[in-house]
């Protein structure tokens, strides 16, 4: 069996891929089981259900290197552990908070990092191999597109807010602000210098 062959092999031939699917499912409902806000973890998880769909309607369409599949399962673990609790209160942040004596919570900036350095790649595997973009495109557009989706998702979050918890203080903290008017600002910075960051060194490695 080629490479190539086993790339688009069925999914229960594919070990990696089902150790990942019953990883996330069981730390999913874990977190649905266990969460002290069921109305955020709904929302929260919106986005997660959304990006699994996708995956589940294209497996047989467009197969995803391993490297992709990885990336996409860190940064879901990541989104999934955030949406147990207000981001503003979760735990591992409080933590580090605590360690390294923050003002602030800063879980949500660090999965803001994460969307652009975990995901950048798996774009560009779709640009490079499902549509077929010039080289240097498709380590560009992924960078670009993490900009554009995380001003979207900022503004998305914020008519959410808006409409489900009508300005209330639990609004502020699905928002995540913590009191920062920048916050927006911020976490688009962040997922944009991620994606960046991976797809500077994609593109430096791409030859050796």
């Known amino acids: ?12 031939h594919q070990p990696l891929h089902l150790i990942y699917s019953a990883l996330f499912a069981a730390f999913w409902l874990y ?15 919106t986005l997660t259900l959304s990006m699994v769909i ?31 609790y207000q ?11 605590e360690q390294l004596q923050l003002q602030r919570n800063h879980y949500d900036r660090l999965v803001h990092f994460g969307f652009g350095l975990l995901l950048a790649y798996p774009m560009h595997e779709v640009l490079a191999k499902g549509v077929g973009v010039k080289a ?25 807010a808006d409409v ?13 602000m913590q009191g920062d008017i920048w916050d927006a600002q911020k976490d688009i910075a962040l997922a944009f210098s991620g994606a960046l960051l991976t797809m500077g060194a994609a593109f430096v490695l791409r030859k050796r």
């Open 164 to 176: 489900a918890y009508k300005g209330t203080e639990q609004g502020m903290a699905f928002l995540g």
């Open 136 to 160: 240097f495109l498709s380590y560009l557009l992924p960078v670009e597109f993490t900009l554009s989706l995380s001003a979207l998702y900022e503004v998305v979050e914020w008519l959410v």
């Open 87 to 97: 981001y503003a209160e979760n735990p591992f942040g409080e933590w580090l908070k």
């Open 54 to 84: 996708f995956l589940v309607a294209f497996y047989n369409i467009f197969r995803f290197s391993d490297t992709s599949y990885t990336l996409v399962f860190l940064f879901l673990l990541l989104h999934v552990y955030g949406s147990q």
């Open 31 to 45: 977190t649905g089981l266990t969460t002290p806000d069921i109305k955020n973890w709904l929302m929260e998880n």
């Open 1 to 12: 069996m080629t490479l190539n062959t086993a790339a688009k092999a069925p999914y229960l």
